[in-house]
């Protein structure tokens, strides 16, 4: 059992548990998916999950932004290193320390069967001395109908409490449909 486990009444499966605070279902053309309740002072990780997700316009990115005080930050503030390869075995890096957001996709595509499935692990949203970060892996069709897989991460470089998390497509365009889940993870803190 963790050190600390028992302390607090747990065993160890307890540790880690993903514990699902909301989920946000899209079945219709939406400008972005805002999650504004992330209980950010009862975890300091979280998991996003986007499922059968698909953009209106072709050739999109899935991208992150985060909110602090309640406004979603909209700044070149964000860094991101993506690494994609190809069913054909083409790869491709994205990276760069000066974006409006971090993206979590390359190259989207809208057609029927063209969707995105990703998870994507936050940290420390809630602490106001620490960057925020996250890590990704993505499967999705892309704009040619080939399948890709992209893993990476971005940063918010601006040490901040972060109190939401907004889902969008970079270089506009809508999520015609998908559904979103964000998690908490259980931690315990051990002193």
Known sequence: MPLGAARFGLSGADLGKLELIETQTVTSNVTSVDFTSIQQNNYDVHRLDIINARSDTDNKDFA???????????????????????SSGTTAESRTTTAAQMDITQNSG?????KS?????????????????????SSTIDNGGAFKTVFGGGLYDIANEVDGFRI??????????????????KQIWVT
Not at 110 to 114: I, K, L, Q, S, V
Not at 126 to 135: A, D
Not at 169 to 183: E, H, Q, V
């Open 117 to 137: 499935n990703s998870i994507v692990y936050i940290y420390n949203a809630g602490n106001s001395s620490k960057y925020t970060f996250n890590t990704s892996h």
């Open 110 to 114: 809208n057609a029927t069967n063209e």
């Open 64 to 86: 992150l932004r985060v909110s602090t005080g309640g406004t979603f930050q909209t700044g070149a503030d964000y860094h991101r290193a993506l690494f994609t390869i190809n």
């Open 168 to 185: 969008f497509m970079d270089n506009s365009g809508n999520i015609a449909s998908g559904i979103f889940k964000l998690y908490g993870i």
